[in-house]
């Protein structure tokens, strides 16, 4: 027979327990912003939780109705995994929806950053700025967008802005590496790289500067180890993927350097610098049709173009293609009279004597010994 006391402790035990089952299910449950849209829990959201089940879950939340936070919150599990077109396409889809959301358009232009769409990303940033929207993530930012567009006045006024609040150590790491490699001053940024090694190679924006600076710098099979790690900790990064096939390349392990940079091209669907890359990766290896076909892609207004236009010129001379090359030659010296590669290479070609002018050598090639 159970007593009295006994039937009290478990009437108390079963109360406890039906009111923790509750609590769990209206945790669970989707709540309901301003405007009727549904929201996760913030359980879903918890700090350290797997980027993959957030995913999953606001998916299947969109299949009942669209709704720009949760395209925002897909956006922000996507850029965490470094799935960088994946968070584009939610991002936009969200701004759509409400595009005056300055969260969202602070997302964007970060993505339009990691993506190397330059000016799309000064515009989002320009945008957030005007609105007021002044916090030092953004001026990190717009420092990181002047610097690629080798604007070094403007890149170092925002990071003199951003070091006048408090910055956690990384992102102070961060700001001062931005600075020195914008004003050139590597040797300062060499000695910071030895003294915080293991900051620079466990955070990604410092790990990606230091594997772009570091390749001609470090033994071979130590940064070798040290890429393959970096991509095992963050195997999305097209970034660290873009520095494995350049390694491939170096070592002379060229069918894997081009299947690499295939892959690397997919998470880079239009990316001038790129193109200009792999045209260049064709060019040493005297694949001069693949060249061109990607120089052909740099945009006329893009930084890369003379690069791309001169070296073009050379594959068609490689292939026989004197009045080709001569041709291009004439319209980059217009496009860019200031750059004398292009006249003083044209000038070659055209003094020439008759009996060269049928011959085009490659001077890359080797000739064959004899017996």
């Not at 957030?54 to 995994?81: G, H, N, T």
């Not at 409400?98 to 997302?107: A, M, Q």
């Not at 790690?229 to 350097?257: C, E, G, S, V």
Request: glycine share 4%.
């Amino acid at each position: 027979m159970v007593s009295f006391g006994n039937r009290y402790r478990i009437l108390i035990v079963s109360w406890i327990g039906l009111l923790g089952f509750s609590i769990l299910l209206f945790s669970c449950e989707t709540n309901q912003d301003s405007k009727g849209e549904k929201i996760p829990p913030a359980t879903a959201f918890l700090k350290g939780e797997d980027p993959q089940r957030v995913i999953q879950y606001i998916s299947a939340l969109l299949e009942d109705k669209p709704s720009s936070s949760l395209y925002y919150l897909r956006s922000k599990a996507y850029f965490k995994q470094r799935k960088y077109i994946l968070a584009s396409e939610d991002i936009q889809r969200a701004l759509q929806i409400e595009s005056g959301d300055l969260d969202y358009l602070f997302l964007s232009a970060q993505l339009h950053f990691h993506l190397e769409e330059y000016t799309e990303a000064l515009k989002d940033a320009k945008s957030l700025e005007e609105a007021g929207f002044a916090t030092p993530g953004l001026w990190i930012l717009l420092a990181e967008i002047y610097a690629q567009q080798g604007q070094v006045k403007m890149a170092n006024y925002y990071l003199a802005k951003s070091l006048k609040v408090g910055l956690s150590p990384k992102d102070r790491a961060y700001v001062y590496t931005l600075r020195n490699l914008s004003v050139g001053d590597t040797l300062t940024w060499l000695k910071t790289v030895r003294d915080s090694s293991q900051v620079y190679l466990s955070e990604t924006p410092l790990a990606r500067l230091y594997f772009k600076h570091q390749g001609d710098r470090l033994a071979m099979l130590d940064y070798q180890a040290q890429l393959l790690a970096a991509r095992k900790k963050f195997p999305n990064d097209p970034h660290l993927l873009r520095y494995w096939a350049r390694f491939l390349a170096k070592i002379h392990q060229i069918p894997r350097a081009e299947k690499v940079y295939s892959s690397v091209l997919a998470a880079f669907p239009n990316n001038p610098s790129l193109y200009a890359e792999l045209g260049g990766f064709y060019f040493k290896n005297r694949d001069y049709y693949k060249a061109i076909a990607f120089f052909d892609k740099v945009p006329s207004g893009s930084p890369y173009n003379t690069e791309a236009l001169f070296t073009k010129s050379i594959c068609w001379l490689y292939l026989g293609e004197r009045l080709k090359s001569i041709a291009l030659l004439d319209s980059a010296q217009r496009l860019y009279p200031a750059d004398n590669r292009f006249k003083s290479l044209r000038y070659r070609l055209m003094n020439r004597n008759s009996d060269s002018t049928h011959i085009q050598k490659d001077s890359l090639s080797t000739e064959t010994p004899e017996n």
